[in-house]
């Protein structure tokens, strides 16, 4: 064990950067960087206003290798770890958050998905499709009258012979359909297969009974994603595409949901670090009582408080992140308590953004009212608000030792 205080150990701590930890974080960066100012940001107001999935750019982001960095290189991924997923999300999330949740449905809740659940057989059919976006991959929970209470969902499994046969109805699935008549290409459907036991599947495209339901058209936020509602009617699907035992399931979905939360909530920091710059542009050049707005104590308040607050949520993420093992569960209390923090400081942020706009805050051209309704959703998906209360406070009084 190094000695804390050693001039070394102490060296060594002060040059690690919580955000770019290593040379492949750091290249990451870049791309990311060049990606979002020349391809997400001029496309982003477009796609909000036809509220429709830019399926191209998607593709490009596949070619750059941002679709799939979690994953093994041998089935083409870039093998990193967490902090590369939330650097992705976070990036793209600043100037388009309705690209970057289709991007997380696909990377982390179906391709990060299948990489820790699925046998090798299936890792090998379905990730070098998946990292480069020939496939676009969504997670379907979600049901029409289940949400949060995720064991009491409807859609059934039933076993027959080597298959299963799978009915009920899935709704609000980003991805769920590529645009109002195509769907999807593969999808990890959780089912029940008995009292509170859940078990994964992975299902494509062009299976009998299988079909779009209704596009959700009219979203406050995220436009740009395409979210529908699915129907499995009969459908039969081998033992084959089972991912884990029967019954596993529960445990698969748990172990996605927290990298999920963590990833959304790097979103909503994203937000918040745009919204910022626009405030802070902004202060700066616009001029009231004969001095930049920068001067005005209550402006001062809305840059300060939040670069405070996005400052604070975005360490939590990455430490988190830092710490996350893609391949275990166990790790929920960080990711929906770093979730619970960043979406509201997200969503925070873009409010004052348009305060300290004014007017023009209110205004499409300015960006900010974007962000603010897309800020809103990352109270609710992957876990409500309500969700991370729950779960934090069930985790902490279990194992109150975790409070360090
Ligand atoms: C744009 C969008 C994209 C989405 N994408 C996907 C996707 O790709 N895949 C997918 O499966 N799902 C997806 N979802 C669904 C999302 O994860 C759910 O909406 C969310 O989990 C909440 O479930 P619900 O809407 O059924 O609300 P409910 O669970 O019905 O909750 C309603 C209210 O009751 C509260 N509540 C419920 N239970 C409790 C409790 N025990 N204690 C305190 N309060 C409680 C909630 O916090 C909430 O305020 C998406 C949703 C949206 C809006």
Redesign the pocket.
């Given at each position: 064990m190094p000695d804390p205080l050693a001039s070394d150990a102490n060296e060594d701590w002060r040059c690690l950067d919580l955000f770019a930890p290593t040379t492949e974080h750091a290249l990451l960066a870049e791309t990311l960087e060049e990606f979002v100012a020349r391809e997400v940001e001029p496309q982003a107001a477009d796609h909000d206003r036809s509220e429709t999935f830019n399926a191209a750019l998607f593709r490009r982001a596949g070619e750059l290798g941002l679709l799939g960095v979690t994953l093994p290189d041998e089935y083409g991924g870039a093998g990193l770890d967490a902090v590369a997923s939330v650097r992705v999300l976070e990036a793209l999330s600043s100037a388009d958050p309705g690209f970057a949740?289709a991007v997380l449905?696909h990377s982390i809740?179906f391709a990060q998905n299948v990489n820790v659940n699925a046998n090798d057989l299936q890792r090998k059919h379905v990730l070098p499709r998946a990292a480069t976006g020939e496939w676009i991959g969504?997670?379907?929970?979600?049901e029409p009258g289940?949400?949060?209470?995720?064991l009491a969902m409807k859609t059934r499994a039933r076993r027959d012979g080597d298959h299963y046969v799978l009915d009920g109805i899935?709704?609000?699935?980003?991805?769920?359909g590529v645009d109002d008549r195509t769907l999807g290409d593969a999808f990890v459907v959780y089912a029940s297969t008995g009292e509170r036991s859940l078990t994964s599947f992975l299902v494509e495209k062009g299976v009998e009974g299988f079909r779009l339901g209704q596009k959700?058209s009219d979203?406050l936020g995220?436009r740009a994603?395409f979210?529908a509602e699915l129907v499995f009617d009969g459908v039969r699907v081998p033992v084959g595409n089972r991912l884990g035992a029967e019954g596993e399931g529960t445990l698969a979905m748990m172990r996605n949901l927290e990298i999920e939360r963590l990833a959304l909530a790097a979103m909503s920091t994203g937000i918040a670090r745009r919204c910022l710059r626009v405030m802070v542009d902004y202060a700066n050049e616009r001029q009231s009582f004969g001095v930049p707005i920068r001067e005005h104590g209550q402006v001062q308040r809305h840059i300060a408080e939040n670069f405070a607050a996005y400052r604070a949520a975005r360490t939590y993420v990455y430490d988190t992140a830092r710490r996350i093992d893609l391949n275990c569960t166990g790790q929920r209390l960080d990711a929906d308590g770093a979730k619970l923090v960043a979406s509201q400081v997200g969503k925070r942020a873009a409010d004052a953004a348009i305060q300290v706009l004014g007017g023009y805050g209110y205004m499409g051209e300015y960006v900010v009212e974007r962000l603010w309704r897309d800020a809103k959703?990352l109270e609710?998906?992957?876990?409500?608000?309500?969700?991370h209360?729950?779960n934090i406070t069930k985790d902490l009084a279990r194992d109150p030792s975790q409070l360090r």
């Open positions: 949740l449905s809740l969504w997670m379907c929970m979600t289940v949400g949060t209470d995720v899935k709704t609000f699935i980003t991805n769920g959700w979203k995220m994603s979210t959703l609710i998906g992957g876990g409500t608000l309500e969700a209360h729950k």
